[in-house]
């Protein structure tokens, strides 16, 4: 028996179905928000992590809280990080920038 293909939501998958949804073209998004059409590409086939301003500018213009844009991944670093001391945080980063 074949197995199913099981596909990670992530916010790429996310952006465009929020894309699509409101009708838009990846060109539409891009002069809504200010960012090259291909940025926007490359977030929506997760090769580019998109900075903080261009989820806020997704969340506006496409009408998504930005719960809806954060993956379950996300949720999960976040409460690690929350759980937390501020010592654990900076050793954290550390590491992550060494990657």
Partial sequence: MARKKIEKITLGLRMK???EKMGMSVEDLALETGY???VLKGV???RTVPPVSLVLQLSRVLK???DELETEEDARVTSIYEGTSEV???VIAREVMQD
């Fill in 17 to 19: 179905a929020g894309r």
């Fill in 36 to 38: 090259l059409p291909e």
């Fill in 44 to 46: 929506e086939e997760d």
């Fill in 64 to 66: 998504l809280n930005m």
């Fill in 88 to 90: 654990q945080r900076i």
